[in-house]
């Protein structure tokens, strides 16, 4: 299992097309082959601060999700709604069970 978080520091006056646009890729992305779960959080400690965690089958589906026609166009309109870099923190493994 792969798992993904990605960061985003979004621009304050494009949090609302962030936000719709990020509704677009979940919906396609939750579809996709090898999609175990795909869900953005807002952060409860900064503004206009999400993260994206994404679990994936293998790296395979990860791969095929990176080159889809859905993720590469909100790639390209994430650029002008990002207020820094993208963080993106990458881990390979299974739950823990305690």
Known sequence: M?????KLD???E???RFLKEADS???????????????????????????????WKDFGAVQAHNSSGH??????????LLASPMELKVFQGEPVQA
């Open 25 to 55: 890729l979940l919906a396609a992305t939750r579809a996709e082959e090898g999609n175990i779960s795909y869900e953005l959080f807002k952060s409860v400690e900064q503004e206009h601060y999400y993260t994206m965690v994404e679990i």
């Open 2 to 6: 792969i798992i993904v978080h990605a």
């Open 71 to 80: 993720f590469q166009a909100f790639v390209q309109t994430a650029k002008t």
């Open 14 to 16: 494009q949090e609302e």
């Open 10 to 12: 979004i621009l304050p």
